[in-house]
């Protein structure tokens, strides 16, 4: 369970996205990289803090940006205002970056999207294999509770993963990497689903 984490943050807001939650019922429940209704702050709004056009992704906080690096200490300051020493994670959290821009693994920065997204899924996907092995050592109840749970998390993290990448699509104008599972939902449905309806 340490690496759940990682695998929530893989499969909804990698790579330094934040703030993309849906906002149906004031839940945050689910994905909403779409959320601004009219009328509403725009910092309370998804777009805000992503940033996704045709140019690219990400909230420029350096100080071209908005300034916010300023509020770390040296050496931190410094390293995430270099887009050479920032570290990944926190890549979009700190730069906008083009759809195009090369990561250190020479994958396209929305290759790598792509890429992490579907990696969280897969992770997701191998926590139930893992539970399930512990069957046997587990008393039925809660074994058959914490197998429900895995179950609902590999559903949503396919709907995060879906809803994200085919909406950022939109601005990327480029396609899901062949070797990646297609998207099993499709935008317009996520983009008026309230998720929390799935956990009744």
Known sequence: ???SHEAAVNYSMPLGLHHIFAGLNNTHYGP???????GIRSDWTA???HKAD???IGFDRTEKGSGAVNQYHEPL???FENIETCPEIYLLWFHHLPWDYKMKNERILWDELCYT???GVKEVREFQKIWDKA???IDEQRFFEVQSKLRRQSRDAQIWKDGCLLYFQQFSKRPIPFDIERPVYNLDYLSKTDLTDYLK
Do not use: I, T, V
């Not at 909403?32 to 009219?38: D, E, R």
């Open 1 to 3: 369970m340490l690496e």
């Open 117 to 119: 997204y579907d990696k």
């Open 32 to 38: 909403g990289p779409w959320f601004g209704p009219k």
């Open 135 to 137: 069957q046997p050592y």
């Open 54 to 56: 045709a140019s690219g």
């Open 77 to 79: 300051k410094s390293q």
């Open 47 to 49: 777009a805000y803090y």
